[in-house]
């Protein structure tokens, strides 16, 4: 099984998707929101690439079916339901809905990565599912990390660094990427002291200072989610897995 | 002192090195070359970011001055007069030459860098001269490895990393970015096997198997040029130390 990683998400192209099994990660925080999301009962989450496209899909959907989720420079955007804070999408919200959402880094990589085989989305909240998936589906991986505004981010860099750990069973292979070797070697050096490193990370102490540490707290939480968002028809659903109705939460 | 890295050139702007010291770097080996040529007698490196910037400069100079040096998928380009193997640059090529060098990535990532407070080019050959410079600047700084292909290299991770245990004699600062503290982690990781790490990077194994491996182990030694490329005018100089009949080899 070939291993491609990258620690942005703005260079991928069609042909690092296609036929793969690609997860994306955007730990902080629109992974972890649309795997909320769906655990908590939405019915799907649309990820959108910008603003014009959210609103295109808004108008051909009955108002009382959908919300409009997103950030833009952290906060929610004028006129949106939710803003870009798992901890907002609480059952009593999103319970049937179909979340339109609408983020900086993390629903555009989405969006790029539209042609794989398989598309999920991963973060520490559902790793162990992640890990499941792609050996069951049995294709070359391609883990895409979201990145914050094209630059490489901590918390995406572990979380992958981690999925890899899990993936090897701890032994690297010896011949793999770059930068899936700098990815497990950051794990490697921080998995002893993970929260610590990740509330470090630039994205988390900046998120901190905006008033959104409980998301970062609750963001840096592992395997809690049993929830695995699979993308199908321009959408993200929960994947079924072997026992379904386990899954849907 | 703040210091800034990126992992890949590609995405750096104006805002990222205007007042700054910025320290390009491309182990595999438009550095090295660079730093070779200059080491070896070259009057001056002009980087340039395609073919026809190439083609126009060296239009305007005299055929004798000047020698054509650059590379496409590893290889020399078609009717120039070098490729990008530092091992090429001997004194007796070079002596006295201007060297119009084009590669795939290393040069390009200069030449989008070109409005920095001071532009010098660094790997492992002259690592202590660029930690110096650094320190006598004062400025801010910006690391930028020129990575491969926009994706990330560990031989230009590992230099930035190693520059960076340097200049912070071993000590981390407490609130770095996120790629200084990446990049370090990974000089930390490799620092005891740096030759075996830089061999089996990505970028050393393709070179190898092209038949540049000789190119390999050039490139990892570590201080042995006390050459530093400086930026001045559209091209690459020998910075001139405090000892200028030492500097200027």
């Given at each position: 099984?070939?291993?491609?990683?990258?620690?942005?998400?703005?260079?991928?192209?069609?042909?690092?998707?296609?036929?793969?099994?690609?997860?994306?990660?955007?730990?902080?925080?629109?992974?972890?929101?649309?795997?909320?999301?769906?655990?908590?009962?939405?019915?799907?989450?649309?990820?959108?690439?910008?603003?014009?496209?959210?609103?295109?899909?808004?108008?051909?959907?009955?108002?009382?079916?959908?919300?409009?989720?997103?950030?833009?420079?952290?906060?929610?955007?004028?006129?949106?339901h939710l803003?870009?804070?798992?901890?907002?999408?609480?059952?009593?919200?999103?319970?049937?809905?179909?979340?339109?959402?609408?983020?900086?880094?993390?629903?555009?990589?989405i969006w790029?990565?539209?042609?794989?085989?398989?598309?999920?989305?991963?973060?520490?909240?559902?790793?162990?599912?992640?890990?499941?998936?792609?050996?069951?589906?049995?294709?070359?991986?391609?883990?895409?990390?979201?990145?914050?505004?094209?630059?490489?981010?901590?918390?995406?860099?572990?979380?992958?660094?981690?999925?890899?750990?899990?993936?090897?069973?701890?032994?690297?292979?010896?011949?793999?990427?770059?930068?899936?070797?700098?990815?497990?070697?950051?794990?490697?050096?921080?998995?002893?002291?993970?929260?610590?490193?990740?509330?470090?990370?630039?994205?988390?102490?900046?998120?901190?200072?905006?008033?959104?540490?409980?998301?970062?707290?609750?963001?840096?939480?592992?395997?809690?989610?049993?929830?695995?968002?699979?993308?199908?028809?321009?959408?993200?659903?929960?994947?079924?897995?072997?026992?379904?109705?386990?899954?849907?939460?």
């Amino acid at each position: 099984m070939n291993v491609e990683v990258f620690l942005t998400g703005h260079q991928v192209g069609e042909e690092d998707v296609e036929g793969r099994t690609v997860v994306v990660i955007d730990v902080l925080r629109a992974s972890s929101t649309i795997i909320t999301a769906l655990a908590n009962g939405a019915r799907a989450v649309i990820p959108v690439a910008d603003m014009d496209q959210a609103g295109k899909i808004a108008m051909n959907l009955d108002p009382s079916t959908y919300l409009l989720g997103g950030e833009r420079d952290g906060d929610r955007i004028d006129g949106y339901h939710l803003g870009n804070s798992p901890l907002e999408y609480t059952p009593d919200v999103v319970q049937g809905k179909t979340i339109i959402l609408n983020t900086t880094n993390g629903t555009r990589t989405i969006w790029n990565a539209r042609s794989a085989q398989h598309l999920v989305i991963g973060s520490f909240l559902n790793a162990d599912q992640v890990v499941q998936f792609i050996r069951k589906a049995k294709l070359d991986v391609t883990i895409i990390c979201a990145g914050r505004n094209n630059r490489v981010a901590l918390d995406d860099t572990l979380c992958a660094g981690l999925i890899l750990y899990r993936l090897w069973e701890g032994q690297e292979p010896e011949h793999v990427s770059d930068a899936a070797h700098i990815a497990l070697t950051q794990y490697l050096h921080d998995r002893d002291r993970l929260a610590h490193a990740l509330r470090h990370s630039n994205h988390a102490r900046w998120l901190s200072a905006k008033g959104y540490g409980a998301d970062v707290e609750y963001c840096l939480q592992l395997d809690v989610c049993s929830v695995l968002p699979y993308y199908r028809e321009n959408r993200l659903v929960v994947h079924k897995q072997q026992k379904p109705s386990e899954s849907a939460s």
